[in-house]
């Protein structure tokens, strides 16, 4: 015999109620341990921190010590001091006091620092404590929302026609988890993409602060021809600012195949050319030239070449170079 679905709701009925009942004040479990474990991870991490500088404050505290000790054990090293403070005795009592102040003043750092890390212990154990209990609690709910799954599943899987209003709401669910999933995907590529532009701005920075780096270089050479330092320096540059380009263009590639709207802004180039027919002015160098338009790709470049630079002497001053000495 078939019992209608009225029927299999009524024989379900209190089995709901009592995991409902079970349910209750545990809904906000996963939010909680959430929280909980973020908070534990902080604390692990608080602790390690300074438990790292409880070991440097005792190790310290072991070397004042150590020296203090020594001086006053050790006849060589009192005499050493007597002489270097003239055979003065107040010279060592002075150094003894240093050392007993300096020994004092790394003990008391070291005793604060064990206080922190007790209270620090506290807190970590306290809160481990709490995440453990909520981890027990988090599965009891989980095992609950299953068996209340299952109910529902097995009483409203599938069409109701005595229900019809519980098909729509089945219907409009389904629709909105698909809404919610495609929703969820693209903020996740947008995120992602945002992240790589972000990137992307950050390195291009680096690669203009080289390239002016490189143009620096290049005027201080052929003002002051010291071009052997500058010529060792700036390929060095001029290779970081060729890796920062390359790798602005490996972020914006990531970026628009996760969002195809992202336009590309072109390939960035550091080109490093030779030009001999240019003049020379006091020695080989580089010269800089950056160039950003506006409506097209960027473009970085960079000319291997004796540098221009405008003769600005009076023209007394170019004859007479020009003559040479009389």
Request: proline residues 3%; charged residues 30%.
């Amino acid at each position: 015999m078939q019992h209608s679905l009225r029927d299999r709701i009524l024989a379900k009925v209190e089995l709901h109620a009592s995991l409902l009942g079970r349910l209750a004040g545990n809904e906000n479990v996963p939010i909680l341990l959430k929280e909980s474990q973020s908070q534990l991870d902080q604390l692990t991490k608080q602790l390690n921190d300074e438990r790292d500088k409880l070991l440097e404050c005792e190790k310290k505290t072991k070397q004042e010590y150590d020296q203090v000790a020594a001086l006053k054990r050790n006849t060589t090293k009192r005499l050493l001091v007597l002489m270097a403070n003239g055979g003065r005795k107040r010279g060592l009592d002075s150094v003894v006091e240093k050392g007993e102040t300096g020994y004092l003043q790394a003990f008391q750092e070291e005793q604060e620092q064990k206080d922190k890390v007790m209270a620090l212990e506290g807190a970590t154990n306290a809160a481990t404590t709490e995440t453990e209990e909520l981890k027990q609690r988090l599965g009891k709910y989980i095992d609950v929302r299953r068996q209340l799954d299952t109910i529902y599943r097995d009483l409203f899987n599938g069409s109701t026609p005595e229900f019809p209003e519980e098909d729509e709401a089945e219907q409009a669910v389904r629709t909105a988890e698909t809404l919610y999933q495609t929703a969820k995907a693209a903020y996740k590529c947008e995120h992602e993409a945002l992240s790589l532009l972000k990137k992307a701005e950050h390195t291009i920075s680096i690669c203009h602060k080289y390239m002016r780096k490189v143009e620096r270089y290049s005027l201080h050479n052929a003002y002051n021809n010291i071009g052997i330092f500058n010529d060792i320096m700036e390929p060095d540059v001029l290779e970081k600012a060729q890796g920062s380009a390359k790798q602005v263009e490996e972020l914006m590639k990531k970026a628009t195949e996760l969002m195809p709207a992202i336009k590309s802004i072109g390939k960035l180039e550091v080109v490093w050319g030779y030009n001999p027919k240019e003049p020379e002015f006091l020695g080989t160098s580089q010269d800089l030239l950056l160039r950003s338009q506006a409506d097209g790709p960027m473009f970085f470049s960079v000319h291997r070449k004796n540098t221009r630079v405008r003769d600005v002497r009076p023209v007394e001053c170019r004859e007479a170079c020009e003559r040479g000495p009389s």
